[in-house]
């Protein structure tokens, strides 16, 4: 079982920048895969980052690709999403999800557990 634990949101102007942090709780995070979803209002939930067991593998949305870096420390059982020159249009909740494999997905069916997520809030 894993308890994830999402940090770092609030309100900031566009083409300012904020950080994620996803703290995990367990002591196999390092065999995880983690990922970072995204829900607006009235919106489905959607996929933004995803990263491997070891970090060496990430994906990306296209929308945030060159904007947002997904990363991870396992010694501090922590994810990351380092969010840089934010657009109204990425105002959303944001969760992080993992996966007890070290394949990393852009599906959220295929994580297994999700925080409670974080507010981002991006005015124009």
């Known amino acids: 079982q894993v308890q994830l634990v999402e940090s770092g949101g609030g309100l900031v102007q566009a083409g300012g920048s904020l950080r994620l942090s996803c703290a995990a709780s367990?002591?196999?995070?390092?065999?995880?895969?983690m990922g970072w979803f995204r829900q607006a209002p009235g919106k489905e939930r959607e996929f933004v980052a995803a990263i491997n067991w070891s970090g060496g593998i990430t994906y990306y949305t296209n929308s945030v690709k060159g904007r947002f870096t997904i990363s991870r420390d396992n010694s501090k059982n922590t994810v990351y999403l380092q969010m840089n020159s934010l657009k109204p249009e990425d105002t959303a909740v944001y969760y992080c999800?993992?996966?007890?494999?070290?394949?990393?997905?852009?599906?959220?069916?295929?994580?297994?557990?999700w925080g409670q997520g974080t507010q981002v809030t991006v005015s124009s």
């Open positions: 367990g002591r196999t995070f390092s065999s995880y895969a």
């Open positions: 999800a993992g996966r007890p494999t070290t394949v990393a997905s852009v599906y959220s069916y295929e994580y297994n557990y």
